[in-house]
């Protein structure tokens, strides 16, 4: 009996002693201590609306670069998959987002499908079907809504997931995952956009305009 309650006494001892050493490691003291993450740069979150073109790109570009080459297929639901070329095409993690390029086709920015939860209602009757969350960049160009009569450039499918952190760069354009949504910016046309299922926020030149049945939106943003 003697035995068994010495070994007791020992483990006992053991455990707390491990259990102390563990709360010492995983919360140690933050007076004194260096940072040794990822750089501030890269954790520090996404400019909001207001912010300037140069703190838009300076913040896209602090994302870790992905590699083009592994964004130049997009897979339709068949689970046919489409060589893109010199066009591009990326999903968000979560699904809600969806952007391609289409420069094989004279098709000039980026354009993106997002599960917007308020999407801008049919300005007017259209030919086609109202998608709200079709969204088109440009550059000196932003349109949310449109009328669809195809899929467009999705009719090749969608892209590979862009991890959160991850900034894909095509032609002018620079294109930053976040779990706060995507932003992209085109520092040559001295503008930018941020999209989640938020919202859609222009930055830069981009000024809302007057939309017109020719414009084929239901927000239209200007340079």
């Given at each position: 009996m003697r035995i068994a309650a010495v070994t007791a006494i020992v483990l006992l001892s053991a455990g707390?002693?491990?259990?102390?050493?563990?709360?010492?490691?995983?919360?140690?003291?933050s007076a004194g201590v260096a940072s040794v993450g990822p750089s501030a740069s890269s954790t520090r979150s996404?400019?909001?609306?207001?912010?300037?073109?140069?703190?838009?790109e300076s913040w896209t570009r602090a994302g870790s670069a992905a590699d083009p080459?592994?964004?130049?297929?997009?897979r339709l639901g068949s689970g046919a998959v489409t060589d893109l070329k010199s066009d591009r095409a990326f999903t968000s993690p979560s699904g809600k987002i969806s952007c391609i390029t289409d420069y094989e086709h004279g098709d000039r920015g980026v354009v993106c499908l997002v599960e917007l939860k308020n999407p801008p209602a049919e300005p007017h009757d259209g030919i086609g079907n109202w998608k709200g969350g079709w969204i088109r960049y440009t550059g000196g160009k932003l349109t949310v809504g449109a009328f669809r009569g195809d899929p467009g450039p999705f009719v090749q499918g969608r892209g590979?997931?862009?991890p959160y952190g991850s900034a894909l760069?095509?032609?002018d354009f620079t294109c930053r995952m976040d779990a706060s949504g995507l932003t992209c910016v085109n520092p040559e046309a001295g503008s930018g956009v941020q999209m989640s299922d938020a919202g859609v926020?222009?930055?830069?030149?981009?000024?809302q305009q007057v939309v017109t049945p020719n414009d084929n939106a239901g927000v239209l943003f200007g340079c």
């Open positions: 707390c002693a491990a259990e102390t050493n563990h709360r010492s490691a995983a919360a140690p003291s996404a400019p909001t609306s207001g912010a300037s073109v140069a703190d838009l080459v592994g964004y130049r297929t997009a590979p997931e862009l760069s095509i032609r926020i222009p930055f830069g030149c981009l000024k």
